[in-house]
C-alpha cells in the first residue's frame, strides 16, 4: 500500500464517523475539497466535486443541522438518519480511495466506512434518547451543537490532517468504552 491510499483510507475513516454526526456535513465538505482540489476522488465519484452536488449537499447539510434543533422531530431524524449514515460512511470511503482495487475498495468502504459511520450514529441516537428522557427533550439543542461541532472537527481534520482524525476517532471509541463500562457495572 502506499502512502497516498492510507491516507485516503485514512480520510474516509474520519469522514465516515463524521457522517455518524451529520450525515450531510462530511459529504459537503468532501464536495468542497474536492471541488477546490484539496483531495482527488476516486474516478467513478469525481461528480462529487461538481457545482450540482456542492449546491445539493450544502442545502441538505443545512437542513439537516437546522432540523435537529426541532423538538421531538430530533429523535425522528435519528431513525432516519441511522441507515442514511451507513450509506453516507459507504460513499466517503468509496469516493476517497484510490490505488485499490474495485473489490478492496467496497470491503473497506463497508466495512470501515458504513460500520464506523453506523456505530458513530448508534452512539449519538443513545445520546439524544437519554438527553430527551432526562430533560424532556430540552436538552437536546446542547447534544445538537455538540454532534454539529464534532462532525465540523472531525471533517475538517479528516480533510486537513487525517491521520489526527483517525486518531480522535479512536480516542472517542475507547472515551464511549469506557462511559459503557461504568454505566454497566453500576447496574
Known sequence: MTTETILSIFLGIGLASAAGFRVFLPLFALSLASY???WELNESWQ???GIPALITLGIAMVAEIFAYYIPFVDNLLDTVATPLAAIAGT????????????????VFAIIAGGGTATAMQGMTTVTRLASTVKTGGLGNPVVSTAETGTAITLSSLAIFAPIVAVIIVIIIFVIVYLIYRKFKTKK
Open 47 to 49: 461528480w462529487i466535486g
Open 36 to 38: 477546490f482540489q484539496v
Open 91 to 106: 460513499a466517503t470511503m468509496a469516493s476517497t480511495l484510490v490505488d485499490t482495487s474495485p473489490m478492496m475498495t467496497w
